[in-house]
């Protein structure tokens, strides 16, 4: 029995071009005997430009920017909190709890930039970024636990209606949307192209849209004393911010249970459609964090073409680069 070795390092002109990277040691492996009575050879590719959208020169400013986003936000939540139970305005501290959601969104973001500075010891292959997607989890668990109650809370009013204090809820619900405009403004300070950075902008974005229909609320409630208007409020806050819990614990579940990411039938049919690979099979892709895909299978090509080994491997991982943005993979070629 024969061993085939072959090493490659078909993407180094790629990694020059980046600014930052991580370097991993490409393998060369030793075949061991496979299930065909021929030969096969195992190649190992990795391409990785995971950063998060960071760079050196970004990484120190945004990591500036989301403390100082996350200290303003969670200030304003405690006093949210705080005002909403004095003021007995259910709102308010809807609002609390949606604020309180988006500084967990700022804290995974935080943690997004201090774990890729960090080396990883050796037994974690893939680093830490598993941290960002068990911080999401943990997030939209206390977002539904958050929820339940609002909900449970306002069926209790509807049947009981409560006064509030107006005058105390709306200069609390008014210093909000200031913070949440000061914040916005804050992160536009950092990265534009880092993914984290936007999300938590966004975020931000939709919690002051939900400050001004509560400012609206209370200025009707004023001049009615229409106290179910705060309910409703606090419904539709539930509502804005279930749909963002469900988001996260969909991603972060699949993500925890190594699901793919992609359409492994298409991944398949789209390598397939070179002439020299025959068959793509024992295809197993899945996702380290966001955008962070990583890909085994076993590649059977003529072994005629075996001299052209390192020119199919370049070319499929060139197009599932390209196509899939899968930037880290091992293949193992049968023939």
């Known amino acids: 029995m024969e061993n085939c070795r072959f090493g490659l390092n078909d993407h180094k002109p790629y990694l020059e071009q980046k600014h930052h990277h991580h370097h991993h040691d490409h393998e060369e492996h030793e075949e061991h005997e496979h299930h065909h009575d021929e030969y096969h050879c195992s190649s190992h590719h990795h391409d990785e430009h995971h950063e998060h959208g960071h760079s050196h020169d970004h990484r120190g400013t945004d990591k500036k920017v989301l403390k100082w986003a996350l200290s303003i936000t969670l200030v304003t939540m405690f006093l949210e909190f705080f005002y909403g139970f004095m003021s007995n305005s259910l709102a308010l501290i809807s609002d609390a709890i949606h604020m309180f959601t988006h500084s ?65 809820a709306m200069i609390v619900a008014i210093i909000g949307l200031i913070v949440n405009i000061i914040t916005g403004v804050i992160l536009m300070q950092g990265d534009k192209n880092n993914i984290n950075l936007k999300s938590a902008f966004v975020h931000m974005l939709s919690d002051a849209l939900s400050s001004v229909a509560i400012i609206i609320g209370y200025i009707v409630i004023h001049f009615t004393s229409w106290y179910f208007i705060d309910v409703i409020l606090a419904v539709i806050v539930a509502i804005v911010i279930g749909k963002w819990a469900v988001d996260i614990l969909k991603n972060s579940t699949n993500t925890l249970l190594e699901s ?76």
Do not use: C
Request: glycine fraction near 2%; aromatic fraction near 12%; avoid cysteine.
């Open 104 to 168: 967990f969104a700022l804290i995974i973001s935080l943690i997004a930039i201090i774990i890729a500075s960090k080396k990883a010891p050796i037994a974690k292959t893939f680093g830490f970024y598993r941290t960002e997607v068990l911080a999401a989890f943990i997030n939209g668990i206390t977002i539904v636990l958050s929820i339940i109650w609002i909900l449970y809370e306002a069926v209790m009013r509807f049947l009981n209606p409560q006064t509030i204090d107006i005058k105390t």
């Open 260 to 335: 793919s990411p992609l359409d492994i039938t298409m991944v398949k049919e789209f390598i397939e459609k070179n002439e020299k690979v025959i068959e793509l099979h024992d295809i197993h892709i899945w996702e380290i964090t966001q955008d962070m895909y990583n890909m085994t299978a076993h590649v059977k090509i003529d072994k005629k073409d075996l001299e052209h080994y390192e020119e199919i491997l370049h070319q499929i991982n060139h197009d599932l680069k390209e196509k899939f943005k899968i930037v880290h993979t091992t293949f193992q070629f049968e023939w």
